[in-house]
C-alpha cells in the first residue's frame, strides 16, 4: 500500500468518525491502521505488533478488532450491489461489447487468501499448493468496484462449490430481479465460463 493510500483510508474511517481519537489514548489512529495492515497485510502476529509498536498484547489485540469493526461499518458504502436495469455505459457505448454483453453485470473470481488458523482445521484450509489459505468469492462490476465479497471458504475448496454456497445459502448474493437474467463473467481454474443467474 503506497503511502497517499495508507493515508487516504486513515482518513476515511476518521472523518466518518469509524475510529475516533481518545484525548487519553496513546495510540493514534495512524498507529491503529498501521498495526492493522501489519497483520492483514504482511501476515504478522499480534505478537510481533507488540515488540514493533511497543504497545501491551491486549492493546494491539483491541486495536486491531476496532479497525476491523470501522473497515466493517465502511463495507455497505464500498460494496455496492450492480445496476441491473441498464447495460453499463462501457458495454453500451462500445460497439465491440454491445450488444454481446449487455446482459453481462460484472465479473467473478475466485482467490486464495493467506489465513492463521487452528492446527485441527489447517488440513481444511491447506491449498493444493501447501498453504494455509481461505477462499474468497468476489464481483466486481465495469468500473472494477466490489459489487459481492463471500469469504470464509477453507482453501482446499473448489471456486465452484464456494459459488454454489454463495447462491444456495447468502441472503445477499446479487440476484437480478424476478423475470430477468444476467450474466457474470466467471473465470475458474483459468478458463472462463459464462455463468447465467
Not at 504482511?42 to 486495536?63: A, G, P, V, W, Y
Not at 455497505?76 to 453485470?105: G, M, Q, S, W
Not at 472494477?144 to 465452484?160: H, K, L, P, R
Request: aromatic fraction near 10%.
Amino acid at each position: 500500500m503506497t503511502k497517499p493510500c495508507f493515508y487516504a483510508l486513515v482518513d476515511a474511517l476518521t472523518s466518518r468518525g469509524l475510529l475516533p481519537q481518545g484525548q487519553t489514548s496513546r495510540v493514534t489512529s495512524i498507529e491503529e491502521v498501521a498495526l492493522f495492515m501489519q497483520t492483514v497485510g504482511m501476515h504478522k502476529r499480534h505478537r510481533d505488533n507488540m515488540e514493533r509498536f511497543q504497545h501491551s498484547l491486549e492493546t494491539i489485540n483491541r486495536r486491531f478488532h476496532r479497525v476491523l469493526s470501522a473497515l466493517c461499518a465502511m463495507a455497505p458504502e464500498l460494496i455496492t450491489p450492480p445496476n441491473f436495469t441498464e447495460p453499463h455505459p462501457r458495454v453500451a457505448n462500445n460497439p465491440d461489447f454491445y450488444p454481446y454483453f449487455k446482459d453481462c453485470v460484472g465479473a467473478m473470481d475466485g482467490t486464495l487468501v493467506p489465513a492463521w488458523v487452528p492446527r485441527v482445521d489447517q488440513h481444511r484450509y491447506r491449498s493444493r499448493k501447501g498453504r494455509l489459505a481461505q477462499n474468497v468469492l468476489a464481483i466486481c462490476d465495469f468500473d472494477m468496484n466490489f459489487t459481492y465479497v463471500y469469504a470464509g471458504w477453507e482453501g482446499s475448496a473448489a471456486d465452484a462449490r464456494v459459488l454454489d454456497n454463495a447462491v444456495s445459502q447468502d441472503p445477499n448474493f446479487p440476484f437480478p430481479p424476478i423475470g430477468e437474467h444476467c450474466i457474470y463473467k466467471l473465470d475458474s481454474s483459468g478458463s472462463s465460463h459464462d455463468n447465467a443467474l
